[in-house]
């Protein structure tokens, strides 16, 4: 059974920056791809961005150029630098596989806000 621990969230003002981690307990090249989703208050998760083993990357238009995903396949780790942080990019960010096929980790909680 995998698990996944996500880590990194906090409170941060608009424009500052936040780095996630996602630990797997598992080897991650067999996850392909990877990613980054969030949930917003009362909403489903969206997808945020992915990455496949082999660098192939995708992101959802409203963090084009703000977010960069990443993966360490070695350390079995997924990161997601985000940038220019905007108050609606507040939500609770996950990591899974793409499509989401393990049990969902507990999030961290990222707020924006000044």
């Known amino acids: 059974q995998v698990h996944l621990v996500e880590s990194g969230g906090g409170l941060v003002q608009p424009g500052g920056s936040l780095r996630l981690s996602c630990a797997a307990s598992g080897s991650i090249s067999d996850f392909n791809p990877m990613a980054w989703y969030r949930r917003f208050p009362g909403k489903l998760r969206e997808l945020v961005a992915s990455v496949s083993s082999g660098g192939s990357i995708d992101y959802v238009a409203s963090v084009k150029g703000r977010f960069t995903i990443s993966r360490d396949n070695a350390k079995n780790m997924v990161y997601l630098q985000m940038n220019s942080l905007k108050p609606e990019d507040t939500a609770v960010y996950y990591c899974?596989?793409?499509?989401?096929?393990?049990?969902w980790g507990q999030g961290t909680q990222v707020t924006v806000s000044s």
């Open positions: 899974n596989a793409r499509p989401a096929s393990y049990p």
